[in-house]
């Protein structure tokens, strides 16, 4: 058989940047790579060196020097730029350079107060690692990114001078660098705390899986149970990504590694080109809500709420379930319509033997699920399941760990660690600008009684906060600023469950990658299709349905997110895995069991399984009553068709 008709392989690692570097740059990389690893286990774990162990502000600064550099040298200046050029080296030695500096000097930054610069070097110091923070925060998101940073940071200059809500309490240059960079409410507070503590181990974990292959056993893995189905391409695709996802916690880098081999396959079958692409923009968006190993957002919301990420996944397990439940109703649906057949049996791994070669994986995906809800290790789970997935991977010669995957393992840890820093620790600039001044007390009282009190009014600024800070790329910024703003607002207002506005601010913060006008997860996927970015980028929204209404379901009830009684929860989540179906039966025109549905109908069934799905028993009843007579006269209508024929 033409190879052309298979899937392919998902390729690791082929990061044109990283591979452009000389030889010499490779092994400063990996090597710094190693020791913040090793760094980080004798941190975690409180291991002794000559009787001394390392304390908190050490460890962050030497985890700064460690990964800091190597931001510089894998995310380009220019779009596409391969090759280093000085002024890549120069930051990189400035970073770890004052990292070490700053390191053997916490005594004095915890003792004498560098949150007040003492001079003009301690000063100079400060000023130039804030402008390296911004630095690498363009690299990765673009001027967006460095301009909410670079402003809301600077905001303490003028806050006192601001009218109304914007009123706050304004700090000298020299103080606000001072906080970002050596206080506790700054650079080493919460943002080294998410990364270097919370999030690291599992992006260890998650390097480890897919440089032993994990990616490629989960394609497979879904081949061989979804594969032959109608529109079986698709569901592989929904399924593929968002085991990719959870492990990569990248949308993008999930599009790309997912999509090139599902966004084939999918139009060979039949799909539209904008069709295959918008299935993998929502599929591969979506993973980074799914636990066991979720995007780094979850991370900044344990972070944030002092709440272990146990109890994050937890609450994440069934939104997550809805919304990929919901993708592959549509995708059935639309298959079922447009009579798309599955992939030949020849082109499907079999199931058994899949699992045989692949079964490390789901053991230790299970070892960690266990050590983090039963055990409750907390953060020593991802560094037990890593040091287990190293042993058991030599029962099998297809995940045995060589030499050379061992240094592929090394420098994706790198590359997943600079990346994260680049993303979350430019936050303190955020914290800072808003914490300091004292307008995120200020924004919740003036929410309040702008909106009357009305806590629907104050989920819907928070939404569309989400979405334009979302759309540019500005999850943990649009996080952070609704988390001190909007949340305490709406839990006083509406007296709601505080975990649950908080998920509620994190799906929404997602909504802006796959929603018009700028959609760069759907356009991404665009990219790999062949299809028109916008029009994509609108199927997209519409496969993606269940994620713009199920967040004010759980945060209304949230027993759909189990924090109310189980029984509750159980039969929340049947009447909306029902009303999923009926929406996406309206939004693609086939319901199961029941056929083609008539243009009609699919105006009413809509409602019906919004109505049945909203968590609430009358409303229930209702879009019961109301699904089963449009049903009714779908077959009556049916009916008389073939008699009259």
């Known amino acids: 058989m033409d190879n052309d008709s298979k899937f392919k ?7 044109p940047r990283y591979e452009a570097l000389p030889i010499y740059l490779k092994i400063t990389f990996l090597t710094l790579t190693f020791l913040g690893v090793i760094l ?23 985890f700064l020097a460690a990964f800091m550099p190597g931001s510089f040298l894998i995310l380009p200046a220019r779009s596409g730029g391969k090759k280093i050029l000085w002024y890549d080296l120069l930051a990189a030695a400035l970073g770890f350079g004052i990292a070490i500096y700053l390191a053997f000097h916490e005594y004095e930054i ?16 400060a000023a130039i690692y804030a402008l390296l923070l911004l630095e690498i925060s363009r690299r990765l998101a673009g001027w967006a990114f460095v301009g909410v940073s670079a402003v809301v940071g600077l905001y303490p200059l003028i806050a006192e001078y601001m009218p109304g ?5 304004s700090f000298t240059l020299s103080r606000i660098l001072g906080r970002n960079i ?20 599992f992006l260890i974990f998650a390097a480890l899986l897919i440089a032993s292959g994990a990616g490629n056993f989960f394609l497979n893995l879904s081949l061989s149970i979804l594969g032959k189905y109608r529109g079986g391409p698709a569901k592989v695709a929904v399924l593929a990504s968002a085991f990719f996802g959870s492990l990569s916690g990248n949308p993008m880098a999930n599009i790309v590694g997912t999509g090139s081999v599902t966004i084939p396959t999918m139009k060979r079958t039949g799909f539209s080109a904008k069709y295959a692409a918008a299935i993998e923009a929502c599929a591969s968006s979506g993973g980074i809500i799914m636990p066991p190993v979720m995007g780094a957002l979850a ?27 919901g993708l592959l109703m549509q995708v059935d649906s639309y298959a079922a319509r447009c009579k798309l057949q599955g992939l030949s049996q020849d082109e499907i791994p079999p199931f058994w033997d899949t699992l045989k070669k692949g079964w490390p994986f789901i053991i230790i995906l299970a070892f960690l699920v266990w050590g983090l809800v039963y055990m409750k290790w907390a953060l020593y ?9 190293i042993i058991i991977s030599f029962a099998n010669k297809d995940t045995r760990f060589t030499p050379k995957k061992m240094v592929d393992a090394v420098a994706t840890i790198g590359k997943l660690v600079c990346q994260t820093c680049a993303a979350i620790l430019p936050m303190t600039f955020v914290l800072v600008g808003v914490v300091s001044t004292g307008i995120s007390g200020a924004f919740t009282s003036t929410l309040i009684h702008a909106t009357g009190g009305n806590v629907f009014l104050i989920l819907l600024v928070g939404v569309f906060a989400s979405y334009i800070l979302g759309m540019a790329g500005l999850v943990v910024p649009a996080y952070l600023f609704l988390a001190l703003s909007m949340a305490p607002a709406a839990i006083k207002a509406g007296d709601l469950n505080v975990l649950a506005v908080h998920m509620f601010i994190v799906y929404y913060a997602l909504i802006g990658g796959i929603t018009p006008p700028v959609a760069p997860g759907a356009f991404v996927a665009a990219t790999l299709s062949g299809s028109k970015p916008m029009a994509t980028a609108f199927t997209a929204a519409r496969l993606g349905i269940v994620l713009y209404f199920i967040p004010f379901f759980f945060v209304f009830n949230p027993a759909l997110i189990f924090q109310g009684p189980i029984i509750e929860s159980v039969y929340l989540i049947a009447f909306c895995v029902v009303g999923i179906t009926l929406i996406a039966a309206s939004l693609q025109g086939y319901l199961l069991f029941v056929g083609d549905l008539p243009f009609w109908s699919r105006f009413l069934i809509g409602p019906a399984g919004f109505l049945i799905a909203f968590p609430e028993w009358k409303s229930a009843l209702a879009g019961a009553v ?11 209508a049916r009916k008389k068709k073939v008699a009259v024929a």
């Open 182 to 201: 050596y206080g506790y409410d700054g650079l080493i507070g919460l943002p080294c705390q998410v990364v270097a503590q919370l999030l690291l181990g």
């Open 626 to 636: 109301l699904g089963m007579l449009t049903i009714m006269a779908v077959y009556a």
């Open 9 to 15: 392989t998902i390729e690791q690692g082929d990061d």
């Open 165 to 169: 809500l914007f009123y706050g309490k």
């Open 299 to 325: 991370f900044v919301m344990a972070g944030f709420l002092g709440v272990d990420y146990a109890v994050i996944m937890v609450i994440a397990i069934v939104p997550s379930f809805l919304y990929f439940f």
């Open 381 to 389: 789970t991802p560094y037990y399941a890593s040091v287990l997935m």
């Open 110 to 125: 915890r003792q004498l107060g560098w949150s007040r610069p003492p001079n003009a070097f301690i000063l100079a110091l």
């Open 40 to 62: 980080s286990v004798f941190f975690i774990f409180s291991i002794r060196v000559k009787g001394l162990v390392i304390n908190e502000i050490t460890y962050y600064y030497l």
